[in-house]
């Protein structure tokens, strides 16, 4: 109840102060005002981002084939859950609809899950350090530095990657070792998370047996790249004229901004807020910039919660036309 409260109120704070700024009428104005054609197109890019998305994990799930419209759905429920629930809980709806929707077990879910978010940071950081090439005089920093400082992270995330398995490994081997150091008798729950770790990390190496790297980062830059062209299709129909590689770096600050480990509803202020620094830098007036945020965030859910809805009445009607 306490970490509900306290997303509640990290949501309200972020989103009344970006509100101080902007009126809900500017804001009804710029989604009323949007053209219809942009809409459509960013729409679409949006559709074909998920569809990718379940592709990536047909590639890293590795002990059953899942369909791969089965997946499709999964992936529709676990994006419109990310935006709903409180505390990052929307990451963990994945493997649980993977275990009820799927029967697969809890732990591949999370691995394919932990792999996919790593592809995901290291493309972002690809994408930022490409994109801000342009913005040296704002940053006043020598382009030399700017990549430096984007591939430091994704050599670290791809080192902990490649070797996570044995990371979990050691790190449940150490948890033993300190019970039996502090001569504490192993607890049940103890022995439980010892056993999860390890059936992660073989679950870890099992993906990396698969040896599917070219396809998933292939999938995964087409996911971004998708995410992108949507989002500089909405700020196209807004009205909003910026190039492709202002609104790859604005809309890259907003996203690396809402996976930050904050307790809130979903991505909502946290991703207003990375976006209106990103596209300020970019020259957007402080009004545009959070007005465009809470703009495109609305346009992204109501996509989400139409598919999701389309998506669960296909679920409780199979071919028959019975319902389930």
């Given at each position: 109840?306490?970490?509900?409260?306290?997303?509640?109120?990290?949501?309200?704070?972020?989103v009344?102060?970006?509100?101080?700024?902007?009126?809900?009428?500017?804001?009804?104005?710029?989604?009323?005002?949007?053209?219809?054609?942009?809409?459509?197109?960013?729409?679409?890019?949006?559709?074909?981002?998920?569809?990718?998305?379940?592709?990536?994990?047909?590639?890293?799930?590795?002990?059953?084939?899942?369909?791969?419209s089965?997946?499709?759905?999964?992936?529709?429920?676990?994006?419109?859950?990310?935006?709903?629930?409180?505390?990052?809980?929307?990451?963990?709806s994945?493997?649980?609809?993977?275990?009820?929707?799927?029967?697969?077990?809890?732990?591949?879910?999370?691995?394919?899950?932990?792999?996919?978010?790593?592809?995901?940071?290291?493309?972002?950081?690809?994408?930022?350090?490409?994109?801000?090439?342009?913005?040296?005089?704002?940053?006043?920093?020598?382009?030399?530095?700017?990549?430096?400082?984007?591939?430091?992270p994704i050599?670290?995330?791809?080192?902990?990657?490649?070797?996570?398995?044995?990371?979990?490994?050691?790190?449940?081997?150490?948890?033993?070792?300190?019970?039996?150091?502090?001569?504490?008798?192993?607890?049940?729950?103890?022995?439980?998370?010892?056993?999860?770790?390890?059936?992660?990390?073989?679950?870890?190496?099992?993906?990396?047996?698969?040896?599917?790297?070219?396809?998933?980062?292939?999938?995964?830059?087409?996911?971004?790249?998708?995410?992108?062209?949507?989002?500089?299709?909405?700020?196209k129909?807004?009205?909003?004229?910026?190039?492709?590689?202002?609104?790859?770096?604005?809309?890259?600050?907003?996203?690396?901004?809402?996976?930050?480990?904050?307790?809130?509803?979903?991505?909502?202020?946290?991703?207003?807020?990375?976006?209106?620094?990103?596209?300020?830098?970019?020259?957007?007036?402080?009004?545009?910039?959070?007005?465009?945020?809470?703009?495109?965030?609305?346009?992204?859910?109501?996509?989400?919660?139409?598919?999701?809805?389309?998506?669960?009445?296909?679920?409780n009607?199979?071919?028959?036309?019975?319902?389930?």
């Amino acid at each position: 109840m306490k970490r509900l409260l306290l997303s509640i109120l990290i949501t309200v704070g972020i989103v009344f102060i970006l509100f101080t700024q902007i009126s809900l009428k500017d804001l009804y104005t710029l989604l009323k005002n949007i053209d219809p054609f942009w809409t459509i197109v960013g729409s679409a890019s949006n559709l074909l981002a998920i569809l990718f998305q379940a592709f990536r994990y047909k590639y890293l799930i590795y002990s059953k084939n899942i369909p791969l419209s089965e997946l499709f759905r999964i992936t529709v429920f676990y994006n419109l859950l990310k935006m709903i629930l409180p505390s990052k809980l929307g990451e963990l709806s994945y493997p649980y609809l993977l275990n009820k929707i799927s029967g697969l077990n809890i732990t591949e879910g999370l691995a394919s899950l932990i792999a996919s978010r790593v592809y995901d940071l290291s493309i972002l950081l690809i994408i930022f350090s490409f994109s801000s090439i342009r913005l040296q005089s704002f940053f006043k920093i020598n382009i030399f530095f700017i990549i430096l400082f984007a591939c430091l992270p994704i050599g670290l995330i791809l080192f902990v990657f490649f070797y996570m398995s044995s990371i979990l490994m050691l790190f449940s081997n150490v948890l033993g070792k300190i019970s039996d150091w502090t001569g504490v008798k192993k607890s049940k729950s103890t022995q439980w998370v010892q056993r999860k770790i390890h059936q992660i990390a073989e679950d870890f190496y099992a993906i990396k047996a698969r040896g599917t790297y070219l396809s998933v980062t292939l999938s995964s830059l087409t996911i971004w790249a998708l995410v992108i062209w949507g989002f500089y299709s909405f700020l196209k129909g807004f009205g909003i004229e910026v190039s492709f590689l202002n609104a790859a770096f604005g809309s890259t600050v907003g996203i690396i901004s809402s996976s930050l480990p904050i307790s809130g509803i979903g991505n909502w202020g946290t991703l207003e807020a990375g976006w209106t620094a990103g596209f300020l830098m970019v020259g957007l007036s402080k009004e545009k910039a959070i007005a465009t945020g809470f703009g495109v965030h609305i346009l992204v859910l109501a996509i989400c919660a139409m598919m999701g809805f389309i998506c669960w009445i296909s679920l409780n009607i199979p071919a028959g036309g019975q319902k389930r």
